[in-house]
Structures are given as structure tokens and as C-alpha cells.
């Protein structure tokens, strides 16, 4: 008699086990697919807070690939008679991109943006005073 009071019990506990371990297994999204739909990151971005201009740089190679860590650099130099000068600097990101906003409206000298990467360089001249939201494509040879 014992015997079977045991075998019911754990029959009964299987029971118990197959009926609610079905509830704990819950729909989960997919990896891949919350990929797919996440938002385009922003670009990696500096800011002078001097001023409302910005300049946007994008850094490719020849294959027209975007360049990861190319190193962008410049010196602002403006006030009185251009006497105060902030020297900036920032990396590329993943999409080969960078902003440097909050630039002045007006400046004593142009401004020149330096690209580098691997010994390979570029420059680049921004007048804020003829186009204040400026967007350049650098190709790096």
C-alpha cells in the first residue's frame, strides 16, 4: 500500500511539473530582429559652445568605406582680434563620422579641420561666416 501511495505521489508531482513549466516559457523577442530596428546613432560630437555654426565630417577611404578612429583636430581662434584660441579634437566613430558643433557665426581667420589616420591626411577649410552649418565628405589617401 505504501508503494502505491509513493507512486501517486510522484506521479502526481510529474504531473504538477508538466502543467507548469509550460507557463514559465514565455515568448522572448528575437536577438536579430531588435537589431534591425534600433535607431541610427548619432555622430560622435564635440562642442566648442561658442556659437550656433557646426560642421559635419565624414572620413571614407578610397573604397568609400568610413574610417573608425581617424583623429580630427583643430584650433579656434577667436575674440578680440582672434587673441583666445580653443583647440579641439575628437574621433571618428564606427560610421566614419564626426560633429563639431556650437562653432562661432564669425571668425577673425578661417578655420581648418585636420584629418588624420595611419600617416594618411587631409584638410579641410571652414568659413562659418559663408556657410554655417557645413557638412564635408573627406576621402583619407
Do not use: H
Not at 581648418?112 to 587631409?122: D, L, M, S, T
Amino acid at each position: 500500500m505504501e508503494l502505491c501511495g509513493a507512486i501517486l505521489e510522484r506521479m502526481r508531482n510529474l504531473l504538477f511539473t508538466a502543467l507548469l513549466l509550460p507557463s514559465f516559457c514565455l515568448p522572448c523577442p528575437r536577438l536579430g530582429s531588435a537589431q534591425s530596428t534600433a535607431p541610427a546613432m548619432p555622430p560622435a560630437e564635440i562642442s566648442a559652445d561658442l556659437g550656433p555654426c557646426s560642421a559635419s565630417i565624414t572620413v571614407a577611404d578610397q573604397d568609400s568605406k568610413p574610417i573608425y578612429g581617424a583623429k580630427i583636430d583643430t584650433r579656434i581662434q577667436y575674440g578680440l582680434l582672434g587673441v583666445k584660441r580653443l583647440d579641439l579634437e575628437a574621433y571618428t566613430g564606427v560610421d566614419g563620422r564626426v560633429k563639431i558643433a556650437r562653432l562661432p557665426e564669425t571668425l577673425k581667420k578661417p578655420m581648418y579641420i585636420r584629418i588624420e589616420k595611419n600617416g594618411k591626411q587631409a584638410i579641410v577649410e571652414f568659413k562659418p561666416s559663408l556657410q554655417c552649418n557645413a557638412t564635408f565628405d573627406v576621402l583619407l589617401r
